[in-house]
């Protein structure tokens, strides 16, 4: 059934409940690729609607011109208050100079220099939650073994011990999918951001105390303009880089298994020679999922996109998850291809100074989890439904199981 093209509503978290989400979009792409949505009856409704960008190329525009279309107030598709912005993104939800005097700081841990620092930890971590779930002979692959990898690797960079690892990454679920009312709603959202912030703060004294050889006691020692970061302003960071970190790698990384078993054939390809097609698989797997599906701009002028005019105030939101399956872009987008190349995605974001900071990471880490799955475990096949979190933001599975033999 063709989906009507006056029945899509972005906001309406029922369009994200749907199967064929991909055709509402492909039909925004060829009827209104610059399209506005208001927020339906709800604890949303009231707040203020926004412009849909859903072409590959528009998204790029918008993506790398910065000085019209701001970060600031909030990357949020709602509306946020100063304070609820600062606390559930701070520079994330900056323009320059601020943003980029800050991501600068996290820049340098996360270039591709120095992610490779952690390659061997994080390869045990893949493995051993590989071989933990082997010996089950079946298990939740989203849960038990895609989600808690990235979180073991961003733990330790941060200096969080393991024993916190899952109340971490159950605020994490709740702050980034929370907008989901089966992940709780929007009203949980708030809470675990502010819940995630105090925990950074809470290390960010234990750290000033007891320096460590981690992230946290680097953003102490840090100096910008002369001035150090407060503990509250390390708390900001600390929630920054545990949400991006989990979440990226954790939501791809399920998605991965379910692309496998959707896809025998490509399976086959990469467990032949995992390390080479290594490359070229990861940059397939994040086109294909787009882990983060939107961030919002504010428009700092009078502009048209897409032959729309946009007033200066109005919201623009880029859907990334669009762009990836834009077919005047990618030939065959909705085939599931590990030697695709080029593969120009926008799973990362759309270029400019705002491109995500995890890349590089997410990078290490996929074909590390990949080539320990198709390793150890063989014979893979489903053993239920893979289960959606039908969130606007987070492309995320809340289950996967499958079942293998040793």
């Not at 304070?83 to 996290?106: C, I, S, T, Y």
């Not at 820049?107 to 620092?117: A, C, D, H, M, N």
């Not at 895609?146 to 393991?162: E, H, K, R, S």
């Not at 709740?174 to 703060?201: C, H, I, R, S």
Request: net charge negative; hydrophobic share 40%; aromatic share 8%.
């Amino acid at each position: 059934m063709t989906i009507d093209v006056d029945e899509i509503n972005l906001a309406d978290h029922s369009f994200w409940r749907r199967p064929d989400r991909d055709e509402g979009f492909a039909i925004l792409r060829r009827k209104r690729p610059v399209s506005w949505h208001e927020f339906p009856e709800g604890p949303e409704q009231g707040m203020q609607g926004f412009w849909s960008v859903t072409r590959y190329d528009d998204i790029v525009a918008v993506s790398q011109d910065a000085k019209t279309f701001r970060n600031s107030p909030t990357t949020y598709i709602g509306d946020q208050s100063v304070e609820e912005a600062r606390q559930e993104g701070w520079f994330l939800n900056m323009d320059a100079p601020e943003h980029f005097k800050l991501r600068q700081v996290v820049s340098k841990i996360f270039s591709p220099t120095g992610v490779q620092t952690l390659a061997r930890t994080a390869a045990q971590h893949a493995e051993g939650l590989v071989l933990a779930a082997k010996e089950k002979a079946a298990c939740d692959f989203a849960t038990e073994v895609a989600q808690p990898f990235p979180v073991a690797v961003i733990c330790d960079i941060l200096g969080a011990p393991a024993s916190d690892r899952k109340h971490l990454h159950r605020l994490t679920v709740t702050a980034l999918a929370g907008d989901a009312p089966e992940m709780g709603g929007a009203d949980k959202v708030p809470a675990a951001f502010a819940e995630l912030n105090v925990y950074g703060a809470e290390l960010s004294r234990e750290r000033r105390k007891n320096p460590k050889d981690d992230v946290v006691s680097l953003f102490i020692a840090t100096e910008i303009d002369g001035r150090k970061f407060n503990d509250d302003e390390v708390g900001y960071f600390f929630q920054l880089l545990v949400t991006a970190g989990m979440e990226t790698t954790g939501t791809v990384g399920g998605h991965m298994m379910r692309l496998f078993l959707e896809n025998p054939d490509q399976m086959a390809i990469w467990a032949a020679d995992p390390d080479a097609i290594a490359q070229t698989g990861v940059e397939e797997l994040v086109r294909m999922v787009s882990p983060v599906q939107h961030m919002r701009r504010t428009a700092a002028a009078n502009i048209e996109i897409g032959g729309q005019q946009i007033a200066e105030g109005d919201k623009v939101v880029v859907w990334y998850n669009s762009g990836n399956k834009d077919d005047a872009k990618f030939e065959n987008p909705f085939s599931f291809d590990v030697k695709r190349n080029p593969n120009p995605h926008i799973g990362f974001g759309g270029g400019g100074r705002h491109t995500c900071l995890g890349a590089h990471l997410a990078r290490l880490e996929l074909p590390m989890l990949a080539k320990a799955s198709l390793q150890h475990l063989k014979n893979i096949e489903p053993a239920g439904d893979a289960v959606f979190v039908p969130s606007r933001f987070v492309n995320g599975l809340a289950s996967l199981p499958i079942r293998y033999t040793a």
